[in-house]
């Protein structure tokens, strides 16, 4: 009876695999290379860039969240994109916005998920390609997705 | 029929930077969400947003499960022109959902 331990070890192997892949946590690894992969080549630079948001997060389903630019928005010098990173949630993405200079002001506010006591950063690209960043260290005492 | 919300000042002065606000009612459903009977609740999420304004997408947002139930987005931008604000968002499975504001500018 070789081939039915045979898919038994299949079906046990595939199990573990299917656990192996769905992640509980990103980690700070994985987050960086979000961030890189956002930047492309050019290194994030601090500045330019405010993140506000609470320090102590009593709910973690909905975190306020607003990320403001200084830049003046015109067509010569304007921000591109802006990015949202987690280093905790399941994935390591959170959101991120297409602006112009159609958009007077570099200024986006919403309201996030966190599943753990984390940092969050912002990456903001210019049209010259220059990348800048900033962050923000929260203390989340509800985290988000803890209920089935 | 799932509630939008959406917050644009009904005057403006042409040049002046306006904020918009948009709050849609939707679950966001993450896919990490686990069920009683083993397993994970499927994947379902608003992923994208935009605001088309004078003949340009003036806004966008590409959304991830980490974005709250319930959507708020708002956004500054520039008054140009009287007339039509078109709000567009799109979930995981392409269904587009629509809102309209009108804005007179003087």
Known sequence: MDLPTASRRLVLGGGLALLAISPARATPEAMRAAMQGF???AEPRPGRVRLEMPT??????AVPTTVIVDSPMTAADHVVEIALFNERNPLPDIARF???PRCGQAWVSTRIRLGDTQSVHALARMNDGSVWSASAELIVTLPACIEG | MSRALINVPAKARKGEVIQIRTL???????????LPNGGFAPRLILRRFECIYDGETVFAADLHPAISANPYLAFRTVATTSGEMLFRWIDDRGAVREERATIEVT
Do not use: C, D, I, S
């Open chain 1, 56 to 61: 102590l997060v009593e709910n973690g389903n």
């Open chain 1, 98 to 100: 297409t602006l112009g």
């Open chain 1, 39 to 41: 930047a492309g080549g």
């Open chain 2, 24 to 34: 849609v009612q939707h679950e966001m459903e993450t896919g990490f969400r686990p």
